[in-house]
């Protein structure tokens, strides 16, 4: 308590525990940065942190990541693989927030390369997502 009481200390005390809290969680530029450099594992992941908090530029960007099929080709650690059906759920869910590219996305799919059945069991993910505050989708 005694180095909080002294402002010399506490400021930049204040600012490391700042900027240690915002290093983590990423922006959606950098994992836009690390898309197109082709990491995309930093790009996932950086994006489902930010779409778990309801950012609907990352949600997106993973819907892109999970319905291209030439960043959909390496699977992770964390299960991303190429799979329409979390492409359509993510697009879905930003596009209830009007994200205009996130319809064409979710267009392109339903009129393309998913069936009925597909797009109902997307929409039903997207649901289940929304109920859960887009954790764990």
Same mark, same amino acid.
């Given at each position: 308590? *005694? #180095?909080? $009481?002294?402002? @010399?200390?506490?400021m930049?005390?204040?600012?490391l !525990? !700042?900027l240690?809290?915002?290093?983590g969680?990423?922006s959606?530029?950098?994992?836009?940065?690390?898309?197109? $450099?082709?990491?995309?594992e930093?790009?996932? *992941? !950086?994006w489902?942190?930010? /779409?778990?908090?309801?950012?609907?530029?990352?949600q997106?960007?993973l819907?892109?990541?999970?319905?291209?099929? +030439? +960043?959909? @080709?390496t699977?992770?650690?964390?299960?991303? $693989?190429?799979?329409?059906?979390?492409?359509?759920?993510?697009?879905?869910? /930003?596009a209830?927030?009007?994200?205009?590219?996130?319809? &064409?996305?979710?267009?392109? #799919?339903?009129?393309? @390369?998913?069936? *009925?059945?597909?797009? &109902?069991? /997307?929409?039903?993910? /997207? !649901? &289940?997502?929304?109920?859960?505050?887009?954790?764990?989708?």
């Amino acid at each position: 308590m *005694q #180095l909080l $009481r002294n402002s @010399t200390h506490a400021m930049p005390l204040f600012l490391l !525990i !700042i900027l240690v809290g915002c290093a983590g969680n990423g922006s959606y530029q950098n994992g836009k940065d690390a898309l197109d $450099r082709g990491d995309y594992e930093t790009a996932y *992941q !950086i994006w489902l942190s930010l /779409a778990e908090k309801g950012n609907v530029e990352a949600q997106n960007g993973l819907g892109y990541m999970f319905a291209n099929p +030439i +960043i959909g @080709t390496t699977n992770y650690s964390k299960g991303y $693989r190429m799979d329409n059906i979390y492409g359509y759920m993510w697009w879905s869910i /930003a596009a209830s927030h009007g994200h205009e590219l996130a319809w &064409e996305g979710m267009s392109s #799919l339903s009129q393309g @390369t998913m069936n *009925q059945d597909q797009v &109902e069991q /997307a929409k039903k993910l /997207a !649901i &289940e997502c929304k109920a859960k505050n887009y954790k764990d989708c």
